[in-house]
């Protein structure tokens, strides 16, 4: 036999204290020197599986081979020891402490009693120059941009002398130029020796960058095989077990009045930080416009400001004519504005009431829901009844708390409050993110077909294929401002569009005029 | 009296030297509740260690009749007290203000009880042969006129205060220990990722904090006065925490914080001579902190605001509102 792969995770099982089986029997092996992609949906287990592999989590059973030999890693130090660094999906940063400092926390470098800052600066700026992987040394983490706190990450794994790097999902939150920047500094760590696993679910990242690909679904792996020999087709059936539609029927825009009209809107913090500047758009009703941009970028106080969640510093938006900034939620909402929120499970739902509960919470003050004093429990009950039908909400009944549900089929419920508020306006943010293929289908078609009916929606998307393929109007939000407009969405091309969202572009005020 | 008497007396030497020793129990419990609040873990029962560090110092030194064993043990009692917050925090998993209530509550009636039950008397410890630090006598600066009332002639709590905050800062800032402190109380989650033990690092920042605090409590009870009182402490240990967030969470603006509400603290003492009732007069202080705490904020969101507007100017004025990437 030839010599043991560098990595052998053999039949791995990881039970959560909450039930959750994340990983059942899972085969994973890593040859020394390759680039091999762990690719599957959400919720497939990829991360956990890394979990175990860098001592995060404890298999509840299984074996862990290193170079053919057993080891068990009780923390991330041993696994650290052994070379092995994990770059999480979530940065693992101290916004206020700069770049080199973030690299040296835990080891830093000494002179006497105190930290040597001198030598920290010294070893960021070799590393950085060793292997490619450009960041300001003394820059507060804070104010650098994405793409670097990436790389600072890498480099931190690097200065513990990590041999194998574990990326979880480093492209999520990446242009795809930064993408190309990244995949570029992956190849000269491998050309150095190191071997890279990197964790995606875009197949096309897989192709480009990977020499090995393994498949997860839930919990299991589906198969390991040469990315050479693997077509995109052929993943996305392992991954999902079935064909995969995702492109949307969608007939052409017929736009009608102007439904929501943002005129200068500008945000600023608590902290006194600009996130909203001069920002106009209109949305017409039976058009769906799409904002893209890289997280951060303004997209979540816009949608915030709007829906009457936090309070604006300037400027006005209208809908319908009538002015919605700095009114109560209640009162935007009563405007006929309803509101696919982000972050669904603080924003959009009450976990521990029950999908009844949750599907009246925006209409349980008016009739027929509210008699007199209290509110018509059989209305309610019919009411729940009716729209978990509608929009096909998996679960045992309406009296079950929401947080028993899957995490597609809250977002349902969500959808189904909203939708069926009958709204002018519908603002929709990151409505399908993290959540599985078939109800995103679902989702992406109800949106189509709110639209179509003359519903104006504000589309508020990170997954930049979706806000390509659903909107019929693109602008694209860099550092707070609108820096492009779309009128044609099927005329730009995704690489142009990750050149506006990484501020490398920008159309003038006069250019965008006519379009917003 | 009249107020010209009043202001001659705060325009004095002496007047300077009393801010600086009214302001030495609000310095010390306010350095260690910014290295807790730092690490992430408020300690809101710094009030309850001083007095259980102001009343321990007071007890062992009658009993001992060594005013070194008292500030020991007035160190040691109130150290172990403060990590009684950790316990019930990081290892019960408590919630930390409650936990800094109880504590807080505790430390006032047990002080009172164990007073009670040694001398007799709810009140004070008067009756207890305590003892109390030395003062600091600095050769020739005292006998410099001004300059050595100010600064010569303090107890050595007093000069610990002031030298203490250069330590804070340094430890803080400079050391791993420090900085680990502060990678914890902004991230916890990325702390432990590089394998700094999370809960010890809490653990010891609460213990420092107690420590702190306790020094704080027995400058009141072995150095600005010679007994124990109930509650002697008055709300001093709540004045520290609006220090720290009145500082701007650093160890300077902490500093100058707490000297502030120390100048508000002896401005009520002058005010004291005067012909209005007491309770007015004595209100100073603390009516001083939230004067203080509202118009930082004020001063903030207005700040925030005057940013927004001059931003927005600024576009427009350039007419290219989008020119010029960044
Ligand atoms: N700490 C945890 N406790 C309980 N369940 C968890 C935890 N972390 C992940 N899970 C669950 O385990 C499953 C796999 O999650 P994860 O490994 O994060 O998948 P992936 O990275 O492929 O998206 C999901 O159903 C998730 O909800
Ligand atoms: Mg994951």
Redesign the interface.
């Known amino acids: 036999m030839s010599s043991p792969p560098l990595i052998e995770m053999r039949d791995i099982v990881k039970v959560y204290p909450n039930g959750v089986v994340a990983n059942d029997g899972v085969h994973f092996t890593v040859e020394p020197g390759e680039i091999h992609a762990l690719v599957g949906e959400n919720g497939a287990g990829k991360t956990t599986l890394m979990k175990i592999l860098y001592g995060l989590e404890s298999p509840t059973q299984g074996e862990i081979r290193l170079r053919g030999r057993p080891v068990h890693f009780r923390s991330p130090l041993d696994a650290i020891a052994h070379g092995i660094g994990m770059v999480h999906q979530n940065f693992m940063l101290i916004p206020s402490f700069t770049v080199a400092e973030n690299i040296v926390l835990g080891q830093e470098p000494r002179h006497r009693m105190l930290v040597d800052r001198e030598a920290a600066l010294q070893i960021t700026r070799e590393l950085s120059q060793q292997y490619g992987l450009r960041v300001e040394a003394e820059a507060v983490v804070d104010s650098v941009p994405v793409g670097m706190r990436q790389r600072v990450e890498i480099l931190k794994t690097l200065y513990r002398g990590a041999e194998i790097l574990i990326l979880d999902e480093p492209t999520a939150v990446l242009t795809p130029q930064e993408t190309q920047e990244l995949f570029q500094a992956i190849r000269a760590l491998v050309a150095q020796g190191k071997t890279v696993i990197f964790i995606t679910h875009k197949l096309r990242e897989v192709k480009e960058i990977s020499d090995r690909v393994t498949v997860m679904r839930n919990g299991r792996v589906m198969g390991t095989l040469p990315t050479a020999q693997a077509t995109t087709d052929q993943l996305a059936r392992m991954m999902v077990g079935r064909d995969v539609l995702l492109t949307v029927e969608k007939p052409p825009a017929q736009p009608g009045e102007p439904v929501l009209e943002v005129r200068d809107l500008t945000y600023v913090s608590e902290t006194g930080r600009t996130m909203l500047r001069d920002v106009r758009f209109t949305v017409r009703a039976g058009e769906i416009l799409g904002v893209a941009g890289v997280e951060g970028n303004g997209q979540t106080e816009l949608v915030e400001v709007l829906t009457g969640l936090r309070p604006a510093t300037g400027g006005s938006a209208r809908v319908r004519g009538r002015e919605i900034l700095n009114a109560t939620p209640r009162q935007v909402r009563l405007s006929g504005v309803a509101h696919i929120p982000e972050d669904r499970l603080n924003n959009g739902l009450a976990l521990t009431a029950t999908i009844n509960e949750n599907l009246i919470v925006d209409r349980y003050f008016r009739p027929p829901f509210l008699r007199g004093l209290f509110i018509d429990s059989q209305v309610v009950q019919e009411h729940g009844v009716r729209l978990i039908q509608a929009f096909d909400i998996r679960a045992p009944g309406g009296d079950v708390p929401v947080a028993s549900l899957s995490g597609g089929n809250m977002q349902k419920v969500i959808v189904a409050r909203e939708f069926s508020a009958e709204p002018v306006l519908l603002i929709a943010a990151q409505p399908t993110r993290g959540i599985d293929v078939g109800a995103t289908e679902f989702i992406r078609r109800q949106l189509v077909e709110k639209r179509s009916g003359g519903t104006a929606v504000l589309l508020i998307s990170a997954d930049l294929a979706e806000v390509m393929s659903l909107s019929d109007r693109l602008v694209v939000m860099y550092e707070g401002q609108i820096t492009g407009v779309f009128p044609q969405v099927d005329r730009v091309s995704e690489e142009e569009l990750g050149l506006y969202m990484l501020g490398l572009r920008r159309q003038t005020p006069e250019e965008m005029e006519a379009y917003l | 009296m009249s107020i010209g008497l009043v202001l001659r007396g705060i325009f004095s030497a002496l007047f300077v030297a009393s801010v600086l020793r009214i302001s030495t129990p609000l310095i010390l419990p306010a350095l260690g509740g910014l290295i807790s609040d730092l690490a992430g873990v408020i300690n809101i029962a710094l009030e309850g260690i001083m007095l259980v560090a102001a009343f321990t110092g007071v007890v062992v030194s009658a009993y001992t009749q060594n005013v070194w064993l008292g500030v020991l043990a007035g160190l040691a009692v109130g150290t172990l007290f403060s990590l009684i917050l950790a316990l019930f925090h990081l290892y019960l998993k408590t919630d930390i203000i409650l936990a800094g209530i109880a504590l807080n509550i505790m430390a006032q009636g047990g002080t009172v009880f164990l007073l009670f039950t040694l001398t007799g008397d709810k009140g004070s410890s008067a009756s207890l042969a305590s003892g109390t630090v030395p003062r600091v006598v600095i050769p020739l600066l005292h006998d410099v006129p001004v300059l050595g009332t100010i600064l010569s002639g303090h107890h050595i709590f007093t000069y610990l205060a002031f030298l203490l905050a250069v330590v804070v800062a340094?430890f803080l800032y400079?050391?791993?220990l420090g900085?680990?402190l502060?990678?914890v109380g902004?991230?916890p989650?990325?702390?432990a990722?590089?394998?700094?033990n999370v809960v010890r690092v809490q653990t010891i920042a609460i213990g420092l904090s107690g420590l702190l605090a306790s020094l704080g409590g027995l400058s009141l009870s072995m150095a600005y006065l010679s007994f124990f009182q109930n509650n002697m402490t008055a709300g001093r240990g709540f004045i520290a925490l609006a220090a720290i967030f009145l500082g701007g969470r650093t160890p300077w603006g902490t500093l100058l914080a707490a000297v502030f509400f120390g100048f508000a603290d002896a401005l009520a003492n002058q005010f004291g001579s005067l012909q209005v009732p007491p309770q007015w007069v004595q209100m100073i202080p603390y009516a001083a902190t939230v004067i203080a705490l509202v118009v930082y904020n004020v001063r903030?969101?207005r700040?925030?605001?005057e940013?927004?507007?001059r931003?927005?100017e600024q576009?427009h004025a350039q007419g290219?509102?989008?020119?010029g990437?960044?």
């Open positions: 340094v400079r050391t791993p900085t680990h502060r990678a902004e991230n989650e990325a702390a990722s590089v394998g700094i903030r969101r700040q925030a605001i940013r927004a507007r931003m927005q576009l290219t509102a989008f020119g990437g960044d």
